[in-house]
């Protein structure tokens, strides 16, 4: 994390115990996202006024690349947060699910049943052997590719402008997002065939 943990606690005293409980949940996501920014939590102890334990919410903000994640677990909705390490370790397994989310997203990863990714070439470097595509898909960053990641007719045929479906690798490369596989599919959607004269 770029930023140390900050923990805020509502309707109780701080408690070391619970703070090496978030502490150690919070570095366990940390090693598990890598690309986290900052994290936020609140710990909340409702007030009760009846014999019922109390039961915990866990609220954590994630700052990412790109991002906020925002997770509530709240313990009316489980009587086993009446237990607060409870409530701390389902919070931090949302938030670890909410990243594998993030993530999926930031690489661009398509289910079968998703449209894939396309873009259109903004930028190429041809005696360098490299480009940049921007995407329809929201990501905000130019997305960088090789030549070696260029499927068909090969990189020597790409212009800029033309539109392509790409595929995010999952690791980065020194210029950010990059494509593993670029396949061009031209200046307009050609389907079937092209008739030349």
Same mark, same amino acid.
């Given at each position: 994390?770029?930023?140390?943990?900050?923990?805020?606690?509502?309707?109780?005293?701080?408690? @070391? =115990?619970?703070? %090496? $409980?978030?502490?150690?949940?919070?570095?366990?996501?940390? *090693? !598990?996202? +890598?690309?986290?920014?900052?994290?936020?939590?609140?710990?909340?102890?409702?007030?009760?006024?009846?014999?019922?334990?109390?039961?915990?919410?866990?609220?954590?903000?994630?700052?990412?690349?790109?991002?906020?994640?925002?997770?509530?677990?709240?313990?009316?909705?489980?009587?086993?947060?009446?237990?607060?390490?409870?409530?701390?370790? @389902? =919070?931090?397994? %949302? $938030?670890?699910?909410?990243?594998?989310?993030?993530?999926? *997203? !930031?690489? +661009?990863?398509?289910?079968?049943?998703?449209?894939?990714?396309?873009?259109?070439?903004?930028?190429?470097?041809?005696?360098?052997?490299?480009?940049?595509?921007?995407?329809?898909?929201?990501?905000?960053?130019?997305?960088?590719?090789?030549?070696?990641?260029?499927?068909?007719?090969?990189?020597?045929?790409?212009?800029?402008?033309?539109?392509?479906?790409?595929?995010? $690798?999952?690791?980065?490369?020194?210029?950010?997002?990059?494509?593993?596989?670029?396949?061009?599919?031209?200046?307009?959607?050609?389907?079937?065939?092209?008739?030349?004269?």
């Amino acid at each position: 994390m770029q930023l140390p943990l900050q923990i805020t606690y509502r309707h109780m005293e701080r408690s @070391d =115990a619970v703070e %090496a $409980a978030v502490q150690r949940h919070a570095e366990r996501l940390d *090693r !598990f996202a +890598g690309r986290i920014m900052a994290c936020r939590v609140v710990v909340i102890a409702p007030h009760r006024h009846h014999r019922q334990g109390k039961l915990y919410e866990i609220k954590i903000d994630l700052t990412t690349p790109g991002e906020e994640i925002a997770v509530t677990r709240e313990g009316s909705q489980n009587h086993a947060h009446e237990d607060i390490y409870v409530a701390i370790r @389902d =919070a931090f397994n %949302a $938030a670890a699910r909410a990243l594998e989310d993030h993530a999926r *997203r !930031f690489r +661009g990863d398509v289910k079968s049943h998703v449209v894939p990714l396309h873009g259109k070439i903004i930028r190429l470097f041809p005696y360098e052997g490299y480009g940049f595509i921007a995407t329809e898909s929201g990501i905000s960053q130019e997305i960088y590719f090789h030549r070696n990641s260029v499927t068909g007719e090969g990189f020597d045929k790409l212009e800029v402008g033309e539109e392509v479906r790409l595929v995010i $690798a999952e690791r980065e490369s020194p210029h950010g997002p990059q494509a593993s596989t670029v396949t061009a599919i031209g200046k307009h959607h050609l389907v079937g065939p092209s008739s030349e004269a």
